[in-house]
Structures are given as C-alpha cells and as structure tokens.
Nanobody, 119 residues
C-alpha cells in the first residue's frame, strides 16, 4: 500500500507555470505506475498524464500535450508534473494516483491540490 501527498498548487496567471509534486510513502514506490488527474468544478475527474514504473514511458491527455511534463524520481519516492503555459481551463483540483498493476487501474489517491489559473 502507498500513501500519496500532493503539493505545489496555487494561484497563477495565464501563461505562467507551476510544478506539482506527489510524495509517496513506502519502499515500493518504483513498483507503481503513477498518474495525474484533475477535477474542475461541476465536471468529472479526468486523466491528465501518466508515467511508467521506470519513468521510461509517459502519456498525456491531448489538452495538455506539449505544455505539461510528468516525471518521477524513484530514489525520492516522488512524482512531478511541470505545468507550463497554463490556461484558465486548467483550473482544477489535481490528484496524483498510484497503479500497482500498471494496467490503468488506480487504487491509491492523494487528497488533491488546487490549481487556479487567472485570466
């Protein structure tokens, strides 16, 4: 089992950048594929990005491709998401999630961090 804690959210102007971090507890972080999801007010939670156990493969939603970069440091038990060229429509609560089976089934979730992009 892994526990996840996100940080790095905040208020930023359109065009700005933020870097989210997700710190994981436990010794088996490298056995989890990791993902970032987001949920805007009144909308369903949506996939943003994912990274394989080793970090060698990454996946992005079309809406963030070219602007967001997911990465991980298994020595620090942390996954990151660098968000550049932020838009007001990126405003949401961002969650990191862990997938032990690496099948796209995320069983472990953090509490979320708010990202607000002003126009």
């Amino acid at each position: 089992q892994v526990q996840l804690v996100e940080s790095g959210g905040g208020l930023v102007q359109a065009g700005g950048s933020l870097r989210l971090s997700c710190a994981a507890s436990g010794r088996t972080f490298s056995s989890y594929a990791m993902g970032w999801f987001r949920q805007a007010p009144g909308k369903e939670r949506e996939f943003v990005a994912a990274i394989s156990r080793s970090g060698g493969s990454t996946y992005y939603a079309d809406s963030v491709k070219g602007r967001f970069t997911i990465s991980r440091d298994n020595a620090k038990n942390t996954v990151y998401m660098q968000m550049n060229s932020l838009k007001p429509e990126d405003t949401a609560v961002y969650y990191c999630a862990g997938d032990e089976s690496a099948t796209g089934s995320y069983a472990y979730w953090g509490q979320g961090t708010q990202v607000t992009v002003s126009s």
